[in-house]
């Protein structure tokens, strides 16, 4: 009922899962993952007790398929699960037991492991495998991640529709504030075209909660604060920062206002 891919970044920094299925909010079932530890995904006849389980073998210091193994040997359920795991070094597991309904199997490579069942066919995996192993390996896990899982889409996906898709990546100290490692966690629960809705997620969760690129910081001066003050006011606002506080910019401009990323300048002006 679902398709799924799990993976570490090229840099060793980033583990994650993108996954979409006919099944109402997959996100809340299927993928775990701890930075500096690994990433799972769990389907089929899902048993979520593997998410804590993998996690705390691959903990432990095993690698994705001992923690696999471990899994299987502890579950009487196993021909009914599937399961994908990257260790902390990129090394890869996937199981689709013989109970699960066509169809369904799984691809793995260095850092990644993809894995469906009740698919259209083989060629779902295969054309996510090669979006994959086609994506830039310097773009955002992320990024990757939903290239491959839009790939699988457009290769016919789930069998039965469309309803949900999730993404979650950790990377040490990448959460709010810096006070976890959650870089993204995002899901569309029920919707005609998740995985589209979840791209439009990630581009609004990038312009609100990642930091600012040097290059794109424009300097404020005193007749740039003007202009953003009285754009402010005409919002209803006292000045230009209580409106970046309304509006959650505060990853875009400066602690001090002494600058403002350009999309939010744009923003701006556009009215």
């Known amino acids: 009922m679902t398709f799924s891919i799990v993976a570490r970044s090229a840099d060793g920094e980033s583990w994650g899962v993108a996954v979409a299925s006919k099944f109402l909010g997959v996100g809340s079932a299927v993928p775990a993952a701890v930075a500096g530890v690994g990433a799972i995904a769990t389907q089929a006849l899902a048993n979520v007790a593997y998410k804590g389980l993998a996690l705390s073998h691959l903990d432990e210091g095993a690698t994705a398929s001992v923690a696999l193994q471990r899994l299987l040997e502890e579950d009487e359920g196993r021909d009914h699960r599937q399961v994908g795991i990257v260790d902390v070094d990129g090394g890869s597991a996937s199981h689709t037991g013989t109970a699960c309904l066509d169809w369904a199997g799984g691809l793995t490579g260095e850092g990644y492991a993809i894995q469906g069942n009740i698919l259209t066919g083989s060629d779902v995996v295969e054309a996510m495998e090669a979006a994959w192993l086609a994506s830039d390996a310097d773009e955002p896990l992320e990024r990757r991640l939903l290239a491959a899982l839009r790939a699988g889409d457009a290769a016919g996906g789930d069998s039965r529709g469309r309803q949900s898709a999730a993404v979650l990546v950790v990377r ?100």
């Open 172 to 271: 040490e100290g990448a959460g709010y504030g810096g006070f976890d490692d959650v870089a993204v966690d995002l899901r569309v629960d029920d919707h005609a075209e998740p995985i589209p809705e979840l791209e439009r997620l990630l581009d609004l969760h990038e312009l609100y909660l990642t930091a600012t690129d040097e290059d794109a910081r424009v300097p404020v001066d005193d007749a740039l604060r003007a202009e953003l003050d009285a754009y402010a006011v005409s919002q209803g606002r006292a000045d230009f920062p209580a409106w970046v506080g309304a509006e959650n910019y505060e990853m875009r401009v400066g602690d001090d206002f002494t600058w403002i990323d350009q999309r939010i300048l744009d923003i701006v002006r556009a009215g």
